[in-house]
Nanobody, 117 residues
């Protein structure tokens, strides 16, 4: 079993930055793929960024060049550095992890990001 706990959300003005963290505990050796998702009120959840063991990354087109996903194996922590934030980035951000990139069976509780114009 794996537990994921996010932190780092908050309220910022447009153009600001935040760094989200997702600390993993438990059977973390089983994890191969991690991701950040977000969901805004009234909208579908979307995958923002993905990190696969070995360093392979994927980004949603709208955050490409502004967000950076990374993973610290020693600390078992996933990060999302968000720069140049826009009001449309406002959402609940959740981290997910799993044994492969098609099976995110572990989820955190989420952290709210609010960007004002």
């Amino acid at each position: 079993e794996v537990q994921l706990v996010e932190s780092g959300g908050g309220s910022v003005q447009a153009g600001g930055s935040l760094r989200l963290s997702c600390a993993a505990s438990g059977s973390t050796y089983s994890l191969y793929c991690w991701a950040w998702y977000r969901q805004a009120p009234g909208k579908q959840r979307e995958r923002v960024a993905r990190f696969r063991r070995g360093g392979h990354t994927y980004y949603l087109e709208s955050v490409q060049g502004r967000f950076t996903i990374s993973h610290d194996y020693a600390e078992n922590t996933l990060y999302l550095q968000m720069n140049g934030l826009k009001p449309e980035d406002t959402a609940m951000y959740s981290c997910a992890a799993g044994p492969n990139c098609g099976d995110f069976n572990y989820w955190g509780q989420g952290t709210q990001v609010t960007v004002s114009s």
